[in-house]
Each structure stands twice: as structure tokens, then as C-alpha cells.
């Protein structure tokens, strides 16, 4: 069974930093694709930021970039995201998703999904 | 960005009736047109992938359709259970997108 665990979410004050895990079991993790997708409080999801199964390709969303960094661990089947400069509008649930297929996250569909970790950016 | 925009928003609905929700995209997706669902303090779970594959597991009563901008969401005979929100996804971009939501309420 596929299985995602996000941790490291918490209470950072604004222009902080944090990283979250996501410790990913049940597949061969190297062969997949790994994202990150949020959900502030009582609003829609949104795309963070991607890996390809490799780590050897990065892409993140044009409201993270150049302050998010994703990044893998194949040792430890675990895949990070580090985040900088924080602000209150980075507060939500990070989930964590894997791609369906092997190849590309995007022409896919992500599957299954993390329970999630919640990050809360006030002083 | 490729814009996904959903109708409606929210809607109430009796068990046993039939549901349709509409996602269009701002500019033609081809197939790459995924649909989830996320119950209150759940992650989203993987209902339909590519327009109108039903992933393993979902219950036939679920269905997907459309290719280019125009996707619908079908559900035969709402259950009990089927009372959540919904989400359409694009991944034809690298520049993933999603729906707004539509939230689906027991009339």
C-alpha cells in the first residue's frame, strides 16, 4: 500500500523559514514524480511545487518561486520542501501527492495524497 | 496560466439523484482533466483521470466526460457519502492548475 506522511508544519513568524517531509512508502520512489499542493484555510488547492522522479528537474508555482525549494532524498524515499521568507499568505494545509504514472507530473494525475501538514505563518 | 472555472459553485442535491458539475478550461486541456474529491479535514482522493478513466476502487455511479475546454463530472445517484467538494485539475501546463471547487451539499 502507497503510503505519505507530511511532517514539519508548525507556527513560524512572518519572513521565517521551515521545511517539510513527506516520507513516502509502498513504491519504488525513485521512478515517480513527487508535489506539493496547498490549501489555505476554507479555500480551493493549489499546485506548489514538483520533482521529477530523478530530482534531476524542479518546478514551482510563480507565487513560491525563488523562496520554495523542492528537493528528494532516494535514500530515505523522502521528498522536502523548503520554504523562505514566509509570509501570511503561505498559511495552509501542504499536502503531499504522488504522481499516477511513472514519467512527468504534469500529463498525469496525482495519486494518492498525504493527510496533509499544516503551516501557520503570524507573529 | 490555463484557467479552470466551475459550475456551480455549490449545489444541494437529495440521495438518489443525478448530479452533473461542469469544469471548462481557458484554453483547449486535450484529455488531461482530472477530478477529486475532498471530504471536510480529508485530502483530496482521485476520482476521475484523463477526462473519463474511473480510478480503482471509485464507485461506477461516478463518471467523467469531455476532451478540448469542456469537461462534466457525472454522479448517477448521489449517496450519503458523495456530500463533499469537488475539484477539476489540469495537467496539460507544467503550470498545474485546479478548479475553484464545487461544494455539494444534502438538500
Known amino acids: 500500500e502507497v503510503q505519505l506522511l507530511e511532517s514539519g508544519g508548525g507556527l513560524v513568524q512572518p519572513g521565517g523559514s521551515l521545511r517539510l517531509s513527506c516520507a513516502a512508502s509502498g513504491f519504488t520512489f525513485s521512478s515517480y514524480a513527487m508535489s506539493w499542493v496547498r490549501q489555505a484555510p476554507g479555500k480551493g488547492l493549489e499546485w506548489v511545487s514538483s520533482?521529477?522522479?530523478?530530482?534531476?528537474?524542479?518546478y514551482h508555482a510563480d507565487s513560491v518561486k525563488g523562496r520554495f525549494t523542492i528537493s528528494r532524498e532516494t535514500s530515505k524515499n523522502t521528498v522536502y520542501l523548503q520554504m523562505n521568507s514566509l509570509g501570511a499568505e503561505d498559511t495552509a494545509v501542504y499536502y503531499c501527492?504522488?504522481?499516477?504514472?511513472?514519467?512527468?507530473?504534469?500529463?498525469?494525475?496525482?495519486?494518492?495524497w498525504g493527510q496533509g501538514t499544516l503551516v501557520t505563518v503570524s507573529s | 496560466d490555463i484557467q479552470m472555472t466551475q459550475s456551480p459553485s455549490s449545489l444541494s442535491a437529495s440521495v438518489g439523484d443525478r448530479v452533473t458539475i461542469t469544469c471548462r478550461a481557458s484554453q483547449s486541456i486535450s484529455n488531461y482533466l482530472n477530478w477529486y474529491q475532498q471530504k471536510p479535514g480529508k485530502a483530496p482522493k482521485l476520482l476521475i483521470y484523463a477526462a473519463s478513466s474511473l480510478q480503482s476502487g471509485v464507485p461506477s455511479r461516478f463518471s467523467g466526460s469531455g476532451s478540448g475546454t469542456d469537461f462534466t463530472l457525472t454522479i448517477s445517484s448521489l449517496q450519503p457519502e458523495d456530500f463533499a467538494t469537488y475539484y477539476c485539475q489540469q495537467t496539460y501546463s507544467s503550470r498545474i492548475t485546479f478548479g475553484q471547487g464545487s461544494r455539494l451539499e444534502i438538500k
Open positions: 501527492a504522488k504522481a499516477g504514472t511513472s514519467g512527468t507530473y504534469y500529463k498525469n494525475y496525482f495519486d494518492p
Open positions: 520533482i521529477s522522479g530523478s530530482g534531476g528537474s524542479t
